[in-house]
């Protein structure tokens, strides 16, 4: 059922992980000062533990300049990949099967190394495994992404994994039928008061969310064998004796300590010069339970700004949406910060009407008296709280108008759209404009489906015949919808604001086209 304690029994469920993509690694390093691999010319790309490889092929489908190769130890993974890969058309992107030890050693170096939902949840012997492989394969100044649970936010919570591991062993059946026994009884003990949930009010809400989650994801995240969370001095110095230094983290918000933590806090990294340091801190101040973090070997350092201008291209900054308004506020998880004022107007105005590369941005005529360093700060922390996203490519801004017939236009994202559809997952769509995938909620993603296939006519009559067919139902104040009149309403407004909202959305992502007539 497992190999080296991991569980190979069960199928990992699909998902699109966006920090994983080239264009986040790349613009997270830049902003703490290191020059990230360029990738206009071609990449390649590994993703370690890489699961149904829905991120690896969404980035290879994104990025057809890069080369990306996944691997992972369950062979049926491996078939969905290539499934995948076939389907989508995708001739840069191949997954083997293997574990991490028998590796072939000619694989090569990359710019660009990955792990998501692997470091915690493996023994310490894979783990070395994994600083092996990193140390030989990772390019120099290239960028390697790790993410893990971490402490303390996990401290009130290990004991919950702990019983549900428990109470599984001892049950019968798969591995689906005992994590579904055991989170019944962590739901009993937790409705019947047990001291813990009584002296842990957060634990016994937490497990609420658990009982929304696929059971699937439960079995991998829980009932591994070898499960740690990690301090992150642990984790950097494991990293460092693979010759990695950090480089900083994602979401980007995570690289500005005072969008982290309350300001009675903020003088004690005013005078924090150590940033191994001040992560430790940052952690606690934030109680962090999960953490995205960028490695690098040999990293070049940007000295200055002039030099990050200069050496990092790639990278265009556009508005989130062209109807922002000032000023934008903003709560992370544990601070609420504003973002206001004439530079913050400027920038809004230039960049919600296309994207823009740092030297066509501090250019721009509406900067003028503005110095490259204020505009840059204010860029970053801009993307930082949501206003900016950055992207691979330049991209327009948005449309006002976008009318049917159109098209889907990769491959990939047909093959997505066909097969994926009213699966209760989000559905991600490849962009090569921006680098990296777009998610659409499943609902939204069966009304372009049949947009594209049939056209505008009788569109909600064919949404909401896939709707039955698919035994999925819609929601209105939190209860099903039964009236069959009040559901085909519901099902022709949400077309008319698709073609109103996401369509010109997409449009601009370069996802959907316009057919000529």
Not at 187 to 216: C, H, M, S, T, W
Request: charged share 20%; hydrophobic share 40%.
């Amino acid at each position: 059922m497992t190999a080296a304690g991991y569980i190979t029994d069960l199928d990992y469920i699909p998902g699109f992980y966006p920090h994983m993509s080239p264009t986040a690694m790349r613009y997270a390093a830049s902003l703490n000062r290191v020059n990230p691999p360029k990738t206009a010319d071609g990449f390649r790309y590994l993703e370690l533990g890489c699961g149904l490889g829905r991120s690896l092929t969404t980035l290879a489908a994104a990025n057809p300049q890069g080369e990306f190769l996944g691997v992972d130890i369950n062979s049926r993974h491996i078939e969905s990949i290539e499934k995948d890969i076939s389907a989508g058309g995708l001739t840069n992107a191949r997954a083997i099967t293997s574990d991490f030890v028998s590796l072939s050693q000619d694989i090569g170096t990359f710019e660009f190394l990955t792990l998501h939902g692997v470091f915690s949840w493996v023994s310490p012997e894979v783990r070395e495994q994994i600083l092996a492989l990193a140390k030989k394969h990772l390019a120099p100044g290239g960028l390697l992404l790790v993410s893990y649970n971490a402490m303390p936010g996990w401290a009130h919570l290990q004991p919950i994994r702990g019983i549900l591991r428990q109470y599984a062993a001892l049950r019968q059946g798969d591995t689906t039928q005992r994590i579904r026994d055991a989170l019944n009884y962590l739901v009993f003990i937790r409705d019947k008061k047990a001291k813990y949930f009584e002296d842990n009010p957060r634990a016994a809400a937490y497990v609420d969310g658990l009982l929304k989650q696929d059971l699937r994801y439960l079995a991998h995240e829980y009932l591994n064998e070898h499960w740690t969370s990690f301090y992150f001095s642990e984790v950097a110095s494991m990293f460092g004796t693979a010759e990695m230094s950090f480089v900083g983290s994602l979401p980007i918000h995570t690289n500005f300590w005072d969008l982290c933590v309350r300001p009675e806090f903020q003088d004690l990294f005013r005078t924090t010069s150590n940033r191994l340091v001040t992560e430790s801190h940052k952690d606690f101040c934030a109680n962090t339970a999960f953490r995205w973090d960028i490695y690098s070997k040999q990293p070049q350092i940007i000295e200055n700004t002039e030099d990050r201008i200069d050496l990092i291209d790639g990278l265009f900054f556009r508005s989130i949406r062209d109807d922002v308004k000032l000023p934008h506020q903003v709560n992370l998880g544990v601070v609420t910060s504003t973002v206001q004022g004439p530079l913050y107007e400027s920038l809004l105005s230039i960049l919600s009407h296309e994207s823009l590369s740092l030297p066509q941005i501090l250019g721009h005529h509406q900067l003028t008296g503005n110095t490259p360093g204020d505009v840059i700060r204010a860029i970053d922390a801009g993307v930082a709280m949501g206003l900016f996203e950055v992207s691979a490519n330049s991209v327009p801004g948005t449309k006002s108008a976008v009318h049917p017939p159109c098209f889907v236009s990769l491959p990939f994202n047909q093959s997505i759209l066909k097969n994926d559809l009213l699966s209760g997952r989000p559905v991600s769509l490849a962009s090569v404009a921006t680098g990296t995938g777009h998610s659409l909620g499943d609902f939204d993603a069966a009304i372009l489906h049949e947009l594209t296939k049939a056209g505008e006519a009788g569109l909600a009559d064919r949404v909401s015949a896939r709707l039955a067919d698919s035994k999925r139902s819609l929601q209105k104040d939190g209860k099903p919808v039964s009236d069959e009149a009040t559901r085909q309403e519901m099902v022709e407004q949400a077309c008319a604001t698709f073609i109103k909202t996401s369509l010109p959305q997409l449009s601009r992502l370069g996802i959907v086209g316009r057919e000529s007539t």
